[in-house]
C-alpha cells in the first residue's frame, strides 16, 4: 500500500487494517487487526502482509511528533490523516464501507492519499 501527499519526513506513519466495521478506524475490539508503525517519508509503502481474503479498511495518521495518536485542537486533527479507497471525510471519519476494498488471495493493492486540515 502506498501512502503519498505527506508534508514531511518528521515522525512516525501509524496504520491499521481490518476486516471489522465496528473496529474502524482506529481497529480498536479487533484482535485480528493488524498495526503498523513506520518512519515518515514524502512517500511510504506499508505492508500488512498475507490477509485471509475478504473486505478490509486502512486508516493512516502521519503522527509528526511521533507520540502514537492524531493530534486535535479543538475536534480538528492537526496532523495528517487518509483512508483506503481515499474514502471522503465529512463530519468524522468515513463509514467502513466507504473506506473498504476486496481483498483476493492474491492480495490488494490500495493507495493512501494523507490530508491535513490545520
Not at 501527499?5 to 471489522?20: N, P, Y
Not at 502482509?49 to 507520540?67: F, K, L, R
Request: glycine share 12%; proline share 9%; charged share 25%.
Amino acid at each position: 500500500m502506498a501512502v503519498s501527499g505527506l508534508r514531511s519526513d518528521k515522525g512516525l506513519v501509524l496504520a491499521c487494517l481490518t476486516a471489522r466495521p465496528k473496529a474502524f478506524p482506529d481497529c480498536k475490539g479487533d484482535p485480528a487487526a493488524r498495526e503498523l508503525v513506520v518512519p515518515a517519508g514524502r512517500s511510504v509503502l506499508l505492508n500488512f502482509g498475507a490477509v485471509p481474503p475478504g473486505d478490509y479498511a486502512v486508516s493512516v495518521i502521519h503522527d509528526e511528533n511521533g507520540n502514537r495518536r492524531l493530534d486535535k485542537r479543538l475536534v480538528f486533527p492537526r496532523e495528517g490523516f487518509g483512508f483506503s479507497r481515499d474514502a471522503p471525510v465529512r463530519f468524522g471519519p468515513p463509514s467502513f464501507s466507504d473506506a473498504s476494498f476486496p481483498v483476493g488471495a492474491g492480495g490488494a493493492e490500495q493507495q493512501v492519499r494523507m490530508r491535513y486540515m490545520l
